[in-house]
């Protein structure tokens, strides 16, 4: 079993705790993985990604080839597309619908998710309207991430433990409200098939 | 003992403290910050009274560590690779004078420049230096190799750095920890003239460091980091050190290729493991993350050897970082790539955060000038930080990023050219790193000019570490000699634009040397510094 994973965004989208809840349920089965990041000066509004990389075998490359990625998960659209280079012919990208409009020239709405659809693997929700409706806008990351759950090897429960011991210290609200923006976001990718 | 997940910085800061290190001596810069980070947070650290406080820059940051190294003590100085070219002096020297405690020099190189002004390749002061260089290819050899270095180091009497590369600092991966070791007793040079360069000493230590270098090159020889990989197809042999050897491994084992493999992750090059590796194999290809240092060794001055590939001959290219798709097309292995980049997509460069107080103090700068240059004559030196974004639209407010401090005396230079207004514009953090002394000249040469220190009261780029001149600033420019008169402090909010203007223009007329602050707290922290009193209040 391997899979590697692109994580895109843009700096303090919360990618970075999307890797480590993945990063967290992968060890818990027994699995290596390897995580690149992004510090530095990309973080202040620029385009960040994460390579994470999850395998039952020895892992040698921090860094995912291209046209070798299992899935793009990306908390942006246009972000989302950046990394299509990387994406295997039989990858998933999984993308948030919600613009992040930091730069005068953004692109059309349309047109991105033209690109978006041409991709035969795809699925593209409205995480921040979804994570909202359950009342705690900031949990768009974990609703991307329930939708991807879908296409990861790793049993659905562990995501859930792994929320628990990640966001364990900032009390059980903040959990059980992760929690459901998971399942929101699960459900989403279960209903669309 | 359970794994941890550890960014490679991490690893090497855990390693550092289960080695035994009493003190670790550093200034913040891309991709080495989360090395102290790491040990100002880690509970054995906490335990112990690892010292863990950042120093002003790396100059003094290596003089630190050399001083607790000559009391007998482990020690460990960082830096990011162009840190090293402030710590150059003493660094160069301390492989002289050497080291009685063990003394780790770790260095973090950025090739590709994902956060840095330049790619420059760590190893060559290794080698310039004399002194053993260890390069781990994964978090799990950042973690072993402080325990070898700090051996090493002893053993020898010598420093010894470890380098690391952007990729491995931040990539993150399991951790296997071993049990800590105690901490050296305090013990002070016996040899009263171990630690003294006056010029008869030094040209007896330089005698004594050409004499070891051969046990230095035995030692790589013999270093469990350095190995040699069987393969059964000897048309070629590739020669992959400390990083690129992930590389390797992963296309090979992709492709399924034979190729015998020789790892380097310890320096000097190991010449007789070199030498019967290559003996045994028809061409051979060097795969080496940052300049070609492994590569230039093996061809020597006169290139003769056609045998030998790599960054020299196109290969590679002779810059940037490796990647699994580089080392695959240099094995003549078609790369599977995905679909090209779509027309759509546009870049997205970093930019100065929303309600950042750098954006406040730009508009009044650009504001003033106007009545000194015709727009978009403006000349205004910079420095490195956050504010470097300023160059960018839509502020285009700043010209020059040389090096920590250069704003100062690169406006000074042009001061005394004629310039004028000649402005430099320096961060907080930045201006105790190594503007200070700029600022001394100045003073000494009764410059015309105007220095803006903008005071977000921490380093900002590297994400919010604190600086030893906090709240001193003024008292500092005072002591150096500007006149009181002219330290103007201002809050960088639009609500005073006009007052701001005002104040930059009286001092711009002024024939001689300002410093204007605007003192405002960074966005970034204070969101972070509210959400925690948040915390506290609700317990």
């Known amino acids: 079993m391997k899979q590697d994973i692109i994580l895109a965004g843009v700096g303090g989208q919360g990618i970075l705790t999307i890797a480590a809840i993945i990063g967290q349920a992968a060890l818990d089965n027994g699995l290596n993985m390897k995580q690149a990041e992004v510090h530095g000066m990309s973080q202040r509004g620029g385009d960040v990604q994460s390579h994470l990389r999850i395998s039952d075998k020895a892992i040698y490359s921090d860094l995912i080839a291209k046209g070798d990625c299992d899935m793009i998960l990306s908390v942006e659209p246009m972000e989302a597309l950046r990394y299509k280079p990387y994406l295997a012919q039989t990858g998933w990208l999984i993308t948030n619908s919600t613009p992040f409009m930091n730069i005068p020239n953004y692109p059309e709405q349309d047109g991105l998710e033209k690109e978006i659809y041409s991709i035969k693997n795809h699925v593209l929700l409205n995480a921040d309207q979804i994570a909202k409706d359950l009342g705690s806008a900031r949990a768009m990351n974990i609703v991307m991430l329930g939708a991807a759950t879908k296409y990861l090897n790793i049993p659905y429960k562990s995501f859930e433990i792994a929320l628990q011991i990640i966001f364990g210290r900032k009390g059980q609200n903040i959990v059980d409200m992760n929690i459901k923006a998971l399942a929101a976001g699960r459900k989403f990718a279960d209903e669309k098939l | ?539």
């Not at chain 2, 002003?56 to 190294?69: D, H, I, L, P, Q």
């Not at chain 2, 002061?125 to 325990?147: G, H, L, R, V, W």
């Not at chain 2, 759509?344 to 700068?365: E, F, N, Q, W």
């Not at chain 2, 953090?429 to 000249?441: E, I, P, Q, R, V």
């Open chain 2, 1 to 539: 003992m359970k794994k941890l997940m550890l960014l490679g910085d991490e690893a090497l800061a855990q390693g550092a403290v289960d080695a035994g290190c009493s003190g670790v001596f550093a200034y913040p810069g891309t991709p080495s910050t989360e090395i102290m980070e790491y040990i100002q947070k880690c509970p054995e650290a906490l335990q112990r009274n690892i010292h863990r406080t950042w120093s002003s820059n790396e100059k003094t940051a290596v003089e630190e560590a050399v001083g607790m190294s000559y009391t007998g003590k482990r020690t460990m100085s960082c830096m990011k690779h162009v840190g090293l070219n402030v710590a150059a002096d003493p660094f160069m020297n301390s492989a002289f004078v050497g080291a009685n405690g063990g003394h780790i020099v770790t260095v973090a190189d950025d090739p590709s420049m994902h956060s840095s002004q330049n790619e420059q390749d760590s190893r060559f002061y290794a080698k310039f230096a004399m002194i053993p260089c260890m390069e781990p290819s994964n978090q799990q050899e950042c973690y072993d190799m402080t325990f070898h270095a700090y051996e090493l180091s002893e053993k020898y009497h010598l420093p010894v750095m470890l380098r690391l590369e952007t990729r491995l600092s931040h990539s993150r991966s399991g951790v296997q920890r071993r049990d800590m070791l105690p901490e050296n007793e305090l013990k002070l040079p016996e040899d009263r003239n171990q630690f003294m360069l006056l010029p008869a000493f030094a040209r007896r230590k330089y005698k004594h460091l050409i004499e070891i270098q051969p046990d230095l090159t035995e030692e790589s020889e013999n270093s469990p980091f350095n190995w040699v990989e069987e393969g059964k197809d000897t048309s070629l042999g590739i020669i992959a050190s400390g990083l690129a050897y992930n590389y390797v491994k992963e296309v090979t084992i992709r492709y399924n290729c034979e190729y015998p493999i020789l790892k380097i992750s310890q320096y000097p090059i190991p010449v007789k493991m070199i030498e019967k590796f290559m003996d045994n194999c028809d061409k051979i290809l060097v795969v080496e993350e940052g300049q070609p240092l492994v590569e230039e060794m093996l061809k020597g001055a006169i290139p003769k050897d056609s045998r030998i590939m790599g960054r020299l001959d196109g290969t590679f290219t002779r810059d940037g970082e490796m990647d699994p798709n580089k080392v695959a097309a240099a094995l003549g292995k078609e790369t599977r790539t995905g679909e090209s980049l779509p027309e759509i997509v546009t870049g997205r460069p970093p930019a100065l955060c929303v309600g950042c107080p750098h954006i406040d103090s730009y508009k009044a700068l650009n504001d003033v000038l106007k009545s000194y240059v015709e727009d978009g004559q403006r000349h205004v030196f910079s420095d490195i930080g956050c504010y470097t974004l300023g160059f960018l639209p839509p502020y285009n407010a700043i010209n020059t990023c040389l090096d920590m401090g250069a704003s100062i005396t690169m406006a000074k230079g042009a001061a005394n050219a004629g310039l004028f207004p000649a402005i430099a514009v320096i961060g907080d953090s930045t201006f105790c790193h190594s503007g200070m002394t700029g600022l001394l000249d100045c003073i000494y040469d009764k410059t015309n000019l105007v220095i803006i220190i903008l005071d977000n009261s921490t380093t900002g780029m590297t994400g919010g570490q604190d600086y030893t001149g906090f709240g001193r600033l003024e008292a500092i420019c005072i002591g150096l000699g500007v006149e009181k008169e002219h330290i103007r402090v201002v809050t960088p909010l639009s609500r005073n634009f006009e007052e701001n203007v005002q104040i930059l223009k009286e001092e711009i007329d002024y024939k001689g040397v300002s410093v204007v602050i605007p003192r405002r707290e960074c966005v970034q922290t204070m969101t972070r510094r509210m959400r925690a009193l948040k915390k506290q209040e609700a317990k």
